[in-house]
Structures are given as C-alpha cells and as structure tokens.
C-alpha cells in the first residue's frame, strides 16, 4: 500500500468516524451528469458568480460608499482639482493607485456582463428545450427571480462609482420611479433621502449591493443547484435515454475535472477580455452633475431593453383632477418587463393546463418538436430584441445613415409586427423540420447514388438513419390528449370536469393551437404505415433502405396534403 | 467538452433492451449493469460493488503518453504565468495612466495564459487520458409511497392535535393577531429613509435678481458678451454652482437667436408653441436643462434647425417656439425662466421657473 493511499485512507477514516460519509459520498462520486454543450450555459453563469464574489471582495477593500465631495489630487492628473465624490475618487485609486485594482474593476464588470448573459442564454435554453417542465418548475421560478435580481445588482453595481454615465442611470431611475401612480413621488424620496440626488443614493445602493443581494443570490443559487441535483439533471434525447434513466459519465473524476476545467475556461475569457477590452473607463466620463452628459450614453446591455422601451414610447401623459399619469415613462418602464417576466413565470403552468399534460419529463424537447412553444419563445425573443435595439437606434442611425426619428417610427411598429412574424415564421419552421424528419424516418438517408433496374427505371439509393440519429427522431412524443371537449362530443354528452363552459372551450381551442405538429402516422407502432413501402417496423431493417423515387415524391404528397388537416 | 461521441465499433447487442444497462463503455465490463443498482441497492443492503465499472486502462499507451506530455507542458505553462503574475505585481509600478495600462497588460495577460494553462490541461486529461466512459443511472419517480405519503399526513395531523393547535382557536387567534403588528412594524421603520416630497418638486433656487452663471467658468453674463447668435451655453443660478441638488432642478440653457427667429406668443403666455416674449433679453432665451421626459440634461443643440435634443432618449424640442417636443417621449416643453439684466447689465432671472422642470409626478397636475 502506497504512501498516498495510506494517507487518503488514514483522512477518509477519520472524517468517516466523525460524519459518516463513505456511503453518502460514493453515491455522490458515482452520480451521472449528463453531457450536452448548452448544459454549460448554466455553469457560466454560476462560475461568473463566484468571480464576482471574490472580484467584488476584492474592490471592497479600497472602494469608499460615500458622497462627501472631495478635491482630487491623486495620480489621474487631469481631473486634478476638480471636485467629486470620494466613491468616485476612490474608484479612480482603484484604478490607477492599486496594483491589479483596474484589472480586478474589468474583470469585476465584464464577469457581471457574462453573468447575466449566461443566466439569459441559459433560460433560452431551458425553455426552448422544455426543460422547465415537470418536475422542475420551481427551479425555472428561481431561476427567473435570479435573473430579475440580477438585473438589479448590475444597475447598483454599475452606478457606485457616481461617474457621468452611471449618474445618469440613477437620473432616469428617479424619472421612472416619479412615473409610479398616486406613490412614485414618495418612492423617489425614500430611496434617495430627499430630493434627487443627495447624498445617499450611493451608501444605500452598495449595502443592497454587496450584502443584501449577493445574500439573495448564494440562497437561490443554492437552492437551485441543491433541486437541480435532487432531482437529476435532464437529458437530451439519444441513444439508451429515456424519460427513466441518466446517461452520461459519473462526477468522480469525469464530471470533477471537467467542470474544473470549465471554471478556468470562463475565469479565463474573463481575464482575457479585462486585459485586452477596456470596460467602463470611468476616468473618461468624468464625476457625476446632473448639469452634464455625454453623447451616446448608454448603460450596460442588460439594461438596453429598458432603455430602447423608454425611447420608443410616445409622448402619452394624463392631466386631470390635479394629478398626472406619465404613462410615456410608465408604460415603458414597467409593461415589457412585466409581460416577458410575468409570462414566463405562469408559462410552464398554462402549459400544463392546456395539453393536460402532468407526468414527468426528463428527456429534453428537441425544439422543433414543440412548435407553438418555440414560436412563442422567439416572439418574446423578438419582442425584447427590438426593444434591444432602439436602445441603440442612434448607433444604429449613425452607422446606416438614416434618420434617427425613423428608426424609432419602424421600432413602433416593428414591437407589434415583429413578434407575429417570428411567431409565424418559426412555427412554420418547426414543422417543416418534423417534415423533414418524418421524411428521414420512412425513407432513409438519400445517398446520391442512382442505380438502373433491370426494368430501366432509375432509383436513388438510400441507407436507413444510423442508430444514434434514429434515436433523436424518434424522441418526438405524440401530443399529449385532453378529455373530449363539448365541441368533440356529442350534444346530449356531458364533457369532463376541466373541459365544460366557456373555460373549457379556450381551452380546447388553446390545446388545438399548442399541439399543432406534423401527424406521426402512428410511428409508436412501425413506421411509415401510412406510406407502406414495405418497411413495415424494425428500426434498422433493410426494408428501409431502397425506395423508389416515385414512391418518395407520392409519400411527400401525402405529407403535404395532410399539412393542415386535424391532428 | 461534449466529449460523448459513441466510439466507433462498439457492440450494439445491448439495442432494443429494455430497463438498466451500459450504453457505451470502454472496453465494456464483464455484463451491464447500472451503477447505482436498479432500486434493491436504495433500500440500503449496504454491499460494494466487486467489479470495477470504471476502466482502469487506456485503449493506446503511446497516445496517451504524448497526451500527458503535453498536459504537465501546459501545467508547467500555468505554473510560469502564475509565477509571471507575481512577478508583474511586484515589478510593475502603477500611479500612472501609461504604467497602469502597463501593468494591467502584464497581469491581465499573466493570469489569463494561468487560467487557459489550467483549463486546457485539464480537458485534455479528461479528453485524452482519462478512459472514455459511459454509464447509466436509473431515475426514480419523485412522489413517494402512497404509504409514506399517508404517515407522513398522520404524523403531521398527530402533531398539529399534540399541539393544541387544531383544538384551541383562541390560541390561534391570538398568534395570529399577535404577528401581524409584527409583520408591518419593518416597513413603517422605513418610513424615515427620506422626507416627504411636500411641494419641493415644484420649486428650484432660481429667484429674483439671482445672476446667470455659465457653468464650468462660474461668471456671470451680458447679452452683449455673446458675440454672435448661435451655440447654446449651460447656466447656473449664482451662489448653487455647487450645490448637486440645487442643480438637479435648476440647471438652465440660454441661446441667442438671429432677430426675427423666435416666435413670440402673447405676454404672458406659458404654453402653445411660442416663447413668452418678455421673459426674453435682446433674443437671448433660457430654458430648463432637464428634460420634461425623465430628467437628463438636454444637452446637445443643432444650430441649424434650432433644435435641443436630449441625449438619453431623443426627446427633441424647438428652441425659437417655446421649446415645444418636436419628437420623443417626452410631453412637455423645456420650461422657459424669465430672465432680466441688472444694474449691471448681467443677466439675472426674474424669478422661479412657472411650473415645475423635469420629469413630470403624479401630484403635479
């Protein structure tokens, strides 16, 4: 027995003695992680997390929370003399008088930008894949909290220095929260002690942002790894996964190790882009006055949404009976937020309650597979990317040479527009991919090759999917049925609880819309029944393999005629 | 690192089988079998596994020889950079703009090729030298027993009767009554994080015979101290030139115009498109800074049209008609300040704004 086994045994025998660990903790090391590269969304946002906790930590110990105005004369020479606040000045010693203090300021900023980018992507991804479903819909709420949170945490986070850009930031908090009906006036003056901007706001947004929400966050996280871990992570459809097992390689060493690897990989880019990719260059903008701006000010890309609403919006305020509604300023700031955020929280909820659908699912959706939900995402997809935009329309006006006004009247229609057309689009992709795939799975790859028969005619060759592919096109689950609705059933029948009544009219027609998909011709049992071509079932069986092109052009046909009939 | 390629060749025995097994694995084990047992393992007999699911040997030694090599170089590279950083640290002296971009450089550099060093040592390991594997675990479903489920509905009903709680309403009610003060009392604690707003939204510092001063410089102004029509100069009331809070309100525009450019309205006239023709001096008109819509600086002005746009969000006003909103999100004009030369002859305002400047508020009317 080595030295080092002796060593490991003698450590684990006396944790063991103390917590009993060794069968809890092998489970642990043989528990399965699934492989697939957008799981890594996720992991990004979690690794930039922990380099914003020791980054922040860092800025902590030289950065002063305080609005007493000093006179600068330290080593950035030319803003000597001018007055500022001490966060601002000592932002600027971070800057230029602490070793690594710029270094650990970008990678701070930049690891915040990947922080929120990643919960997003990852988000996307959840969604898309329908991997919010049940069980999990709890960590897809916790999940949405986080990324409100987060947005919060970057707006505080970025406005602590109390430079031009960042003051501006609170400038049009102040504005949107005066926008608030009957108590806007008295949120305005709690949060900032009085009168914009006083002396306060900078104090009170570093507690919130170095105690209060980072606090929040460690607890959400945790428990959202902690249910994530519980409940096992999905999978994506393949070879030997089922809605009942985890295929992948244990966390010990696999999953270890190449999580490992994945932390130094973000840290990495992080570091990479601090060094080479200047961010938030407070120096140059200067301390905060309400009296000053400058051009093309633009806050950090998660608030750009917020900002492109604000700029779209026109001018529309109530006067009347002494009181004023802005809702040019309240619309804006609080209606899209509100639909993207409000709709997928309930989303997973309403799914449920329209396709009736309550089992398990541990198998990730391929996207196409569920059209109406995919659409529907890349409407909200769309809807934010325009907002997205105009929060950067004059950029944009600027590098098109067009007018700034006309890219803000396109935004105005393209915020209704954009997301039907996407909603139209994308459905009518996804379908044509099943089509796709119901094409592959009746009749094979096609392989170029063209053979004579003996007869003279001419036929393409083809070889049936390999297994592996077979396995993903096979993952499509038929749509999930509801109870017969009154429409369905005859006029003397009562229909089931859950589908009477006007509710259940909605809900029907809702179910007819969300399961919309190509009709799968019976596969459960066999394929290509409907075609025939004598590839009856087995999945790899020969009989797959050589269809006539006269055949493949008559099944196409069929595939099309029954586009829009009933499911 | 999506490292689950199925490996070419492997035995497809295992197609169509039904429950647990191996889906791919190198080299396969003696029979599949799952991991963790197939639910007999959960209720805890306890026992090891006597065969080893991990494979301890690598399919190609020479392989995996080079791949170490290469793995302990980039080890060694990180552990150089690391070293680098250290080094940078030290030597490196900041205080400077050219010094500080030198240092980060050489930090932000040193830590990254440690990092990458790191990361891609790593994978490789994991790619190259640690055999490929693939196992299955079985999921059980996540509602218990119906059994369970039942005794845990005893248990808890046992307690909540063992309690008294169910059987002493009084009781309840008074706990109830007792935590709801308890819940309100944090938010009225809140109360004093700022005053009341009051009316001080609707005034700003600017009052009778106080000096315009053009912001930055701090002196005051004559009309004739504009040589010709044209750019639009930021002004300051006299004695706030300081005074951030003052400022937020206060903060005021003059442009001169060619004669003839400005459109008058009737004396006395706040609103409709003109300017209000005497609270002018010898073409020269003040504004409010702050933007009607949500308070940032209409800062940039276009001579040629005579329009004020506001950066933030492009609220567009026209200047020689009373700074009515030409675009944008904001409703209001810029509010117009009545101003007056002293004795002097400087500018000076004639009072307070006529309505309130900036963004609007609900109590605002």
Known sequence: MSMTTKLLEGTGGWLDDRFHGARGVRTLFRKIFPDHWTFLLGEIALYSFIILLLTGTFLTFFFQPSMTEVVYHGSYTHLDGVRMSEAYASTLNISFDVRGGLLMRQIHHWAADLFVAAIMAHMLRIFFTGAYRKPREVNWLIGLALLTLSLFEGLFGYSLPDDLLSGTGLRITEGVLLSVPIVGTYLSYFLFGGPYPGNLIIPRLYIIHVLLLPGIFLALITAHLFIMFHQKHTQMPGKGRTNTNVVGAPTYPYFMAKTGAFFFFTFAAVALASTFAQINPIWLYGPYTPVGISAGSQPDFYMGFLEGSLRMMPSWTWDAWGHTVMWNVFIPAFIPLGLIFTGAALWPFLEQWITGDRSEHHVNDRPRNAPTRTALGMAAVTFYGILWLEGANDVIADHLDISLYLTTEIARYAIFIGPVVAYIVTKRICLGLQRKDMHLLEHGVETGIIRQLPSGEYVEDTRPVDEDALAVLEARQPPPSLPVGASAAGADDVPPPGMRGGLGRVRERLNEVLTESVPMDGHGNGYGNGHGNGHGDGHAGPGRAAISSGGSEQAEGTAEGQEDGPD | ?365
């Not at chain 2, 009084?170 to 709801?180: D, F, H, S, Y």
Request: overall charge negative; aromatic content about 6%.
């Open chain 2, 1 to 365: 690192m999506s490292d689950t390629g199925v490996p070419e060749g492997l035995p497809h025995e295992t197609e169509g089988h039904a429950g647990p097994h191996r889906v791919i694995g190198t080299p396969p084990p003696a029979q599949a079998r799952t991991l963790l047992g197939d639910g007999s393992d959960r209720a805890g007999d306890g026992a090891l596994p006597a065969q080893r699911e991990l494979p301890a040997d690598l399919p190609d030694p020479a392989r995996a020889k080079r791949a170490e090599r290469l793995v302990a170089g980039l080890f060694l590279l990180s552990m150089v950079a690391g070293i680098g950083f250290i080094a940078a640290y030290v030597g490196l002296e900041v205080h400077s703009v050219d010094a500080v971009l030198r240092s980060n450089l050489a930090l932000g550099l040193s830590m990254s090729v440690a990092f990458l060093g790191l990361a891609a040592g790593a994978t490789i390991w994991v790619r190259h030298l640690m055999p490929n594997v693939e196992l299955t675990e079985q999921r059980h479903p996540l509602h218990s027993d119906p059994e369970d489920r039942q005794a845990f509905a005893e248990t808890f009903a046992e307690g909540a009767e063992a309690s008294q709680f169910t059987k002493r309403p009084l009781l309840r009610r008074t706990l109830i009554a007792a935590t709801v003060p308890l819940v309100a009392a944090p938010v009225v604690l809140l109360r004093d994080l700022g005053p009341l707003p009051g009316t001080s939204l609707r005034h700003t510092v600017w009052r009778k015979g106080m000096r315009l001063l053009t912001y930055g410089a701090n002196t005051p102004i004559r009309p004739g101290d504009f040589s010709s029509p044209g750019g639009m100069i930021t002004v300051v009331p006299d004695g706030y030139q300081d005074n951030l809070n003052a400022l937020a309100a206060a903060t005021a525009i003059i442009i001169k115009f060619q004669p003839g450019v400005m459109v008058f309205g009737k004396p006395g006239q706040v609103r409709g498109g003109y300017v209000t023709p005497n609270w002018t001096v010898d073409n020269i008109v003040c504004y409010s800074k702050i933007c009607t819509h949500v308070g940032c600086p209409a800062a940039l002005y276009e001579q040629t049209t005579h329009h004020i746009l506001c950066p933030c969000h492009q609220s567009t006003f026209d200047a020689p008609r009373g700074a009515q909103v030409l675009f944008g999100p904001a409703p209001r004009p810029l509010p117009q300040l009545p101003i007056t030369t002293d004795a002097e002859g400087y500018l000076v305002a004639q009072g307070d704004f006529h309505e309130p400047v900036g963004p609007s508020f609900w109590e605002r009317g």
